[in-house]
């Protein structure tokens, strides 16, 4: 869906129309000006869409965003845990424990 030419509303500087879309950022034309915005971040917080159809797009955005910041935290969680428990995992970067210990990641390419 095209998002440039899309109606948004935000909280307090009202109405504004989106006038370009660069990756993971909108910029918005507002009365007060042009303003830039992460997105889908905002959404939700501080801007809505006025179209039905942008909104749901929006929606489904805001969703696949969480899911995949919630595969990050708990592989990171999992990460963490062997790290811990002195486990290599091959092919990551090595981690300072608290006790002054540094475990030491196996690399693959050492094999050879």
Known sequence: MEVIGQIVRHKTLGEGTVEGANGKYLSIRFDCGVKTFVYPDTFGKFLSAID???????????AAEKNEKEKSDALRREEAKCFRSGIVIPGRAAQTEDEGKTVYVKDDEDDA
Request: with cysteine.
């Open 52 to 62: 039905p159809v942008f909104a749901k797009q929006v929606e489904c955005d805001l």
